[in-house]
């Protein structure tokens, strides 16, 4: 922990190894395929990039595999990066590792900005404490190399948000179009970003009100800011940039997301991604995000830094202290508020910068009150080697696969039936064993294509097995993970054996082709 703070020579050369190393972490089993536990979405959004590629750039249309014999179209957030997939599938074939490293390169984009913005705030040393753990939570590593939209948006409000503070400060132009441009591509490319709002208006607030306190002379924030930050000030007083600023970051956003639900009404499955997650649910729930938040996704020694960086004074000449204030209390509302949708842990992840800047401005403190630099290098050494191995040991059971029968009958799959057939699967709703299928077909039970869990008795089984039948499906697949329908459900199973000729038979799956049904 170092006892300076004044911007030491040495902050840029340790920022520097730091931004190689975490770079260098995530490109471990890039290529790995989507067979963790977040499979099912990664395969949804490579689903979207392969039907993009195979298909037409239909840039509006993102399109699923798990309508049947409909085409799919599905409403999402703005498919910026399967786009960006698929036109690389073009040059380079289709391969895992393109839809990841999207992820790792914003990711690696995020990290100087991350600094900067913490060094404004907290200072230098605080700054490079805050990187180090921002760049190694575990949540964030594993994060950080999935094909997921969740960090290149997080990494884009991260850049917006230090873009936002230089221009409170300097009302330069640039600085204004960097900033809204930003803020537009994290909300466009994921909309739950839009609590980044709450650190900019904190800003804003701040900035004038700083304006007002301030003499003529001794004026730190730039006149062009009152205009364009409070409008409500003085409306007469040409707000034309914050007109500007909020139809750059709100307007492109509006379009496409009522494109999207527009999308989503016209077309079967009539699906919008993350519809329902607004639900307040019951303490204990809360209760379980919190103990997965402070053990796994952070770490608990990363949670108690943060914490207690939560109460360190901050110095009176520093301005603008208490951004990561109001981000931590905008993600805790959103979490509570989407209490159901949060039992994905990806959207915690703006919970990894904001702890991350807390525990570097506790690193920070308790170094400057260490006289001793043998002492302070100590306890940094320990500091470093204790986070290190607590992150590794707790982004170890991320990467443990749930998938790899789903994705080992998808191939098979793709050697034993035709391009046309349309496949209905008892794959608990995760949509891997389509893509790597690349087939269509239905999740089993299935209601208008969504998957609609496990059967309530043999009778209701049969009965989906037949109107999906009756729809042009052609096979059925049991992977591991429901064969124990085989003694919850005998009599579909005796029924589907009777009707359906087993042509693969593995520990992993069973595949079946279908024949005469009941009409």
Known sequence: MARRDAGTDAAPKIMFVICIFAVAVRLIFINQP??????????????IARNFFQNGFRFGYPQIDWAGNAPGYVGTECPILPLIAAVCYKLAGVHEWIGRIQAVVLFAVSLPFFFLLVRKIFGSTAAVWATF????APLNIFAGRSFMPDVPSLSFAIVALYFFLRWVQHDQSGLFFAAAIAISL?????ITSIIILAPLAYLAVTAISDRRNSRKG????APGVLETAAPCVGAWRAPLKFVLFSAIVMLPSAIWYWHAHEIAQQFYPHHFFGAGGIR??????YGHIAQQTFVSSLTPLLAMLALAGLFVPQSRGRSYSRVFHWWLAAIIVFILVVGYGNRHRWYQLPVVPIAAAFAGAACAF???KISSRTIAVTLSVLLVSSFTASAFWCVKPFYQSSAAQLRHAGLELKK???PDALIIAADMGDPTIFYYAERKGWHFLEQNAVYNGNPDDSDQAIENLERLRRNGATHFVFTRNTFWWSHSYSEFVEYLEAHATLIEATPEFSIYKLTGMAQ
């Not at 994290?186 to 994921?190: G, M, Q, R, V, Y």
């Not at 001794?218 to 924030?221: F, S």
């Open 34 to 47: 989507y067979i963790d536990h977040w499979s099912w979405r990664q395969s949804d959004v490579a689903a």
């Open 133 to 136: 753990f921002y760049g190694f």
């Open 186 to 190: 994290s909300l466009l490319i994921k």
């Open 218 to 221: 001794d004026l730190q924030i």
């Open 280 to 285: 307040i649910e019951s303490f204990s729930w």
């Open 366 to 368: 308790v170094g400057s």
């Open 416 to 418: 034993v039936t035709p």
